[in-house]
């Protein structure tokens, strides 16, 4: 009888339901998102949420600008948008101007300077002081809709209880249900991705192992998108990537890597690092020749150039995937594609990767968020949802050199994905601008000096 | 990024500097959020770094006389009070027609506020005086160092683009200092009127009476 009292029958029912539900979550995940993801097959599950959460943010952001006329609150307006109206015209057209209204001398005699010349870098300098074309591409893109995340908002004050409650309900199903969820998938997908890539590189070389080489990475891939709940819409795909090409795309963040990765094999390029990204790669290359590089190694170009050379030659090696902007943007603009890989001689497959920033905004901004919390973000936001278009092969033609070359690339992503065609260095989120370019407009200024005094003492 | 809330301006400040300068609410809250995103430091008042680090600012070559315009004597870092006070010179004119008040003073973007705010980029030392020497020094921002000085300067930091320099060399601009200098005399020589060899405020009205000022120093908005 005492032994009876002592077994508590509540212990016995809390464990059975435990382990109940553990099995029919794993099931779920097993059924709906990890055997998909190895067919490459979807149920549409995240379409249908995508179209839900639409409505409700449209509803959220109508009813913090109703809150806020209500209250008399001014309310933050993003920035991103164009404040001031600038004038396209250049240095020279613009001073002769501002010298032809002033001259009380006849027109034929042009003056060489005059102190008015002055108001043309006045007004374009504190032109750039209230909106210039850089700076704002080195951060996140403002909403003008809300989209229940504290984290992109600036208006969030309490403005009625039934947002707010919607907002908190979304934390709970955000960091409650969908991180762990997306947490599980992530390390099940990078787990596979290592164990199985190290088992395949036991194989001799040959078509089984690419054969296999092949599906393992396209599976551990997609197994991330889906860890990442990203909804991707592929447009042309019969312009992907073929052997023996370089694939260029624009760059806003590491998860890049995993949407074109996910469609399609590549070669990766990059730097070695230490750590789990380390472990990663070194068991990728066991599977196929991915190529990295020692830190070292990377400052000299002629090296990279060559390794570079060495696998588009080869072509039974995968086309290599290559990010020319060498730097995360923010996905509202595509800046200067550095030249190395418009070198190499090989054909260029374009790609132009626009995301949705209303379900999360991807942009990976390195000076304020490390990778392990950037990642953390991108698994709490709602969904990361973008499109990816394969533009035509383009080739180097006659007479280009490479700058020009990759100046055509870069304009044609930019049309494509509905992005601002920037001449601007993506360096210059870090870096000083180059005193190159004042010296150029120092040599047109000056133009128009000395040009002038050569009128006169032909005259 | 969540504390972008706490620092929304409040409605008595922008009350404030709509009275002191003009601009409209809206144009107000939308520079606000520039001052902001300038603000790297996030303590509510920017530093010439801040601007500095505009590049399309940095390749100006007056940008460094224009950032000094936004710092009062002595002083490094500027508010947004400050900040708004500079920019509202480059308020359009016509916009003061609505709020035509006799008693209230100058407005900050008035054609003569203006010619002041150009006047303060040649005038160097603050002294209310462009003397050739500074006249001078302003001269060569505007062109640019002599090119083979600046040539050798480059050759002296970084050797790799040497041959490209000196193909440069051969199609670049060179005005010498005695080119300059005859232009800065000519200037002074025909603006000048009191005899101190120096251009004045006044005299400086009067060279630029014509020009078009109210266009030339103005700059849109779009809302």
């Known amino acids: ?459 | 990024m969540g504390s972008r809330a706490s620092t929304l301006l409040r409605e008595e400040e922008i009350e404030e500097i709509k009275k002191e300068t003009g601009f409209s609410h809206s144009q107000i809250t939308r520079l606000y959020s520039r001052f902001t995103s300038l603000d790297k430091g996030e303590n509510g008042t920017l530093s010439r770094e801040d601007f500095q680090r505009i590049p399309e600012l940095a390749i100006n070559p007056l940008g460094d006389r224009i950032i000094n315009a936004f710092f009062p004597e002595g002083e490094d870092q500027v508010n947004f009070r400050g900040f708004m006070r500079t920019l509202a010179h480059f308020r359009p004119i016509e916009d003061n027609e609505k709020n035509k008040d006799p008693t209230a003073s100058e407005p900050l973007n008035s054609r003569t506020n203006k010619l002041l705010f150009a006047f303060r980029l040649y005038d160097l030392d603050r002294d209310d005086k462009i003397s050739r020497d500074e006249l001078l020094q302003v001269l060569r921002m505007m062109v640019g160092l002599n090119m083979f000085v600046s040539q050798v300067l480059r050759m002296m930091v970084g050797l790799n683009m040497f041959v490209s320099q000196v193909l440069r060399m051969m199609v670049g601009v060179n005005i010498s200092d005695e080119q300059l200098g005859s232009i800065a005399d000519r200037t002074i020589q025909e603006a000048d009127q009191n005899g101190d060899n120096s251009i004045s405020f006044n005299e400086f009205i009067k060279v630029l009476e014509k020009v078009d000022v109210e266009q030339k120093m103005s700059i849109r908005f779009l809302h």
């Open chain 1, 1 to 459: 009888m005492v032994l009876f009292l002592d077994f508590n029958p509540f212990d016995n029912l809390l464990c059975i339901l435990l382990g109940i539900s553990f099995t029919v979550w794993f099931t779920l995940l097993l059924v709906f998102i990890i055997v998909p993801a190895i067919f490459g097959v979807s149920f549409g599950i995240r379409q249908l949420y995508m179209k839900t959460l639409l409505k409700i943010f449209e509803w959220a952001t109508r009813r913090i600008e109703r809150g806020a006329k209500d209250k008399n609150h001014p309310l933050h307006k993003p920035y991103s948008n164009a404040i001031i109206a600038k004038e396209p015209t250049s240095l020279e057209e613009e001073i002769k101007e501002i010298r032809r209204s002033g001259s009380n001398r006849d027109l034929d005699s042009a003056s060489e300077f005059e102190m008015s010349d002055i108001f043309y870098f006045c007004r374009r300098g504190v032109e750039s002081i209230m909106d210039d074309e850089v700076t704002k591409r080195f951060s996140a893109e403002e909403l003008e809709s809300w989209n229940l995340l504290t984290r992109s908002n600036y208006n969030f004050q309490h403005i009625s209880l039934r947002l707010t409650v919607l907002w908190g309900l979304g934390v709970v199903i955000r960091y409650g249900f969908l991180l762990p969820l997306r947490v599980t998938l992530a390390f099940t997908g990078v787990g596979l991705l290592v164990v199985l890539t190290s088992i395949i590189g036991f194989l001799p070389n040959g078509r089984t192992k690419n054969f296999l080489s092949e599906k393992v990475h396209l599976m551990c891939y997609r197994i991330c998108v889906r860890a990442l709940t990203a909804i991707i819409t592929y447009h042309d795909s019969e312009n992907k990537p073929k052997n023996g090409g370089i694939c260029v795309a624009n760059h806003t963040s590491p998860i890049d890597v995993i949407i074109l990765a996910s469609d399609g094999c590549y070669a990766m390029v990059g730097q070695i690092h230490g750590g789990l990204m380390g472990v990663i790669q070194k068991s990728m290359v066991k599977a196929c020749p991915h190529i990295w590089f020692e830190r070292s190694e990377v400052k000299d170009r002629h090296l990279v150039a060559k390794r570079l050379s060495d696998h588009v030659e080869d072509k039974t090696k995968l086309p290599i995937l290559i990010f020319p902007e060498g730097t995360c943007i923010n996905n509202t603009s595509v800046m200067m594609f550095k030249k190395g890989s418009f070198e190499i001689g090989s054909t260029v497959y374009p790609v132009a990767i626009k995301y949705d920033p209303r379900f999360g905004d991807a942009f990976w901004n390195s000076s304020q968020f490390g990778m392990v919390s950037y990642l953390l973000r991108m698994m709490s936001s709602w969904a990361i949802v973008c499109s990816v278009w394969y533009l035509p092969p383009m080739s180097r033609e006659e007479g280009e050199d490479a700058v020009q070359f990759a100046n055509r690339v870069k304009a044609a992503i930019a049309r494509q994905g509905g992005l601002v065609d920037l001449l601007w260095d993506g360096g210059l989120k870090r870096g000083k601008v180059k005193d190159t370019f004042k010296e150029e407009q120092q040599k047109l200024y000056s133009k128009m000096l000395v040009g002038t005094q050569e009128d006169r003492s032909r005259s």
